[in-house]
């Protein structure tokens, strides 16, 4: 039979004379009883160990005793899949939100697509530099992409591979787009809602346009946070991981009544089919198909409700501090963007060309 180590995952038979194995069983003490069922088997003082001749039907029986098992398969993980699950995990330790999570996971896998021949952890500073100025020059993006990405790249170099990052280009630019929200009329809002063909659907979209709610927030809203005796939506954990409190519409606590009869949710205000929240994406998309049935031409998506929740606020005199709060914004720069698109005071203003005689074609 020759002198090889006959060895698995379950035991091993190590030659130690010509004709005798020393027998090493992984799972368990090979005993006596297991001796008696081989015949020759016997414990060596010397080796202590057990020792089984070296004979074809020795053999046959110690495997009849342990069967050889298929040995696991080991799955390799690739560099990427390493990379990212440790890019993962990481803003999971540093309690990033979900949606951040998200958009960072998003934004790091495009990053080690464009070198798919480079290992993650081999990337330099300036495949960094050559990536930026292929998205600036060929793609064109946007400030905020622009920050996304380098928030990515940078959290991955810092916080995964322990590198610093002190070159210019990691830097957020300073320049920053100044664009103004489109927000819709208290006509168009009414329109799209009642253009909703459920009432559970008009109800979703009724309160994150009266309580000016980010979708996030909406989808996380909890049957415990709907304060009707106080009028007061409790929000949790929300942007920046604070809690804040926000207005609960007297129109909105009769239609909840009546979704609450109807859908009896558990535990979340709206749950889905399956147990547990909404979805985002379901939530889009009801918005999406009741803007297409209200024939509204602009270019809106559901975040248009809270723009426009505090743009009609502004309108109807509110407080620019108090609308600051109840949208949970850090600082007032943010909520005074509204007060370049509100009608309150522009619409009175008459212009110049109203005072001049215009002869009128014939």
Partial sequence: MGMDILKTDDYKLTPISKDRYKIEVASFKFS?????????????????????????????????????KPKKE???????????????????????????????????????????????NELTDENVKEYLLFLLKEKKISFSYQKQVISSIKFYFEKVLRRETKKYYFEIPKYKERKLPIVLSKEEV???INCTNNLKHKTILSTIYS???????????KIADIDSERKLI???NSKGKKDRTTILSKELILMLREYYKEYKPKIWLFEGLAVGKYSKNSVQEI??????RSNIDKKVSVHTLRHSFATHLLEQGEDLRLIQKLLGHKSSKTTEIYTHITKKGIGKIASPLDNLDIEKEN
């Fill in 32 to 68: 006596n009883i297991h001796s008696a069922t081989i015949q020759g088997c016997y414990f060596s003082g010397p080796q202590q160990s057990w020792v089984m001749p070296q004979t074809e039907e020795c053999l046959a029986q110690f495997l009849k005793l342990f069967p050889s």
């Fill in 74 to 120: 080991i799955k390799k993980v690739s560099p990427f899949e390493k990379a990212l699950k440790d890019f993962s995990d990481q803003l999971i330790l540093k309690r990033y939100s979900e949606n951040t999570i998200v958009i960072y996971k998003e934004q790091i896998i495009r990053f080690f697509n464009y070198y798919k021949e480079i290992a993650p």
């Fill in 190 to 192: 009414r329109e799209i």
């Fill in 211 to 221: 309580a000016g709610l980010r979708l996030s927030e909406a989808v996380n809203l």
């Fill in 234 to 236: 409790y929000i949790r």
């Fill in 287 to 292: 918005f999406y198909k009741a803007l297409k």
